[in-house]
T-cell receptor, first 115, second 111 residues
Framework: DGGITQSPKYLFRKEGQNVTLSCEQNLNHDAMYWYRQDPGQGLRLIYYSQIVNDFQKGDIAEGYSVSREKKESFPLTVTSAQKNPTAFYLC??????????????FGPGTRLTVL | GESVGLHLPTLSVQEGDNSIINCAYSNSASDYFIWYKQESGKGPQFIIDIRSNMDKRQGQRVTVLLNKTVKHLSLQIAATQPGDSAVYFCAENPGDDKIIFGKGTRLHILP
């Protein structure tokens, strides 16, 4: 059963702690993405990776870090430097096409709440 | 600012009627557009896409229209059902590996 999984679904963190969100895909997709979604808002790109061992900052990378050691996995760490981390975090993956067309498939999301 | 946006944040439609959700984009270089549906607490789901060399594409109960002259995209849902209640996002791909999302329109289905 192919797809993208994110864990955990709900995550609570104390202020000042780092936390890592998991994202795994078995679609054999090259590219993976992390987005943040705030209530009533669209998706904002945090980081993305087009290939293993390489990643780029998105529009709101400050306070976040990622790694891409394996094609299937793209974990996101929310650091204590992120001033307003409470949000819904979405991971996505896509095939990188030569023509740039880029249908992204999304995971179910992780809701992070900072207490 | 955002290059993709929606004209109305909330749309209420009678069950059985057709729904039309609009989207404006500003990047002339965008050549691929996607509509996503997001139900509460879930990730967005792909609905339909369209490439810039087309002006209309139909799926099952959904139609996407693209007007490149005025940079306008719309999603039409025929015979709206309670299960269509969700937030709908348009997104554009300006030719690289990123997608730019609009803020979304919430669709309410009235009984």
């Amino acid at each position: 059963d192919g797809g993208i999984t994110q864990s955990p679904k709900y995550l609570f963190r104390k202020e000042g702690q780092n936390v890592t969100l998991s994202c795994e895909q078995n679609l054999n997709h090259d590219a993976m993405y992390w987005y943040r979604q705030d209530p009533g808002q669209g998706l904002r790109l945090i980081y993305y990776s087009q290939i293993v061992n390489d990643f780029q900052k998105g529009d709101i990378a400050e306070g976040y870090s990622v790694s891409r050691e394996k094609k299937e996995s793209f974990p996101l760490t929310v650091t204590s430097a992120q001033k307003n981390p409470t949000a819904f975090y979405l991971c996505a993956s896509s095939i990188v096409s030569a023509r740039g067309y880029n249908e992204q498939f999304f995971g179910p999301g992780t809701r992070l709440t900072v207490l | 600012g955002e290059s993709v946006g929606l004209h109305l944040p909330t749309l209420s439609v009678q069950e059985g009627d057709n729904s039309i959700i609009n989207c404006a984009y500003s990047n002339s270089a965008s050549d691929y557009f996607i509509w996503y549906k997001q139900e509460s607490g879930k990730g967005p789901q792909f609905i339909i896409d369209i490439r810039s060399n087309m002006d209309k594409r139909q799926g099952q109960r959904v139609t996407v229209l693209l007007n490149k002259t005025v940079k306008h995209l719309s999603l039409q849902i025929a015979a709206t059902q309670p299960g269509d209640s969700a937030v709908y996002f348009c997104a554009e791909n300006p030719g690289d590996d990123k997608i730019i999302f609009g803020k979304g329109t919430r669709l309410h289905i009235l009984p």
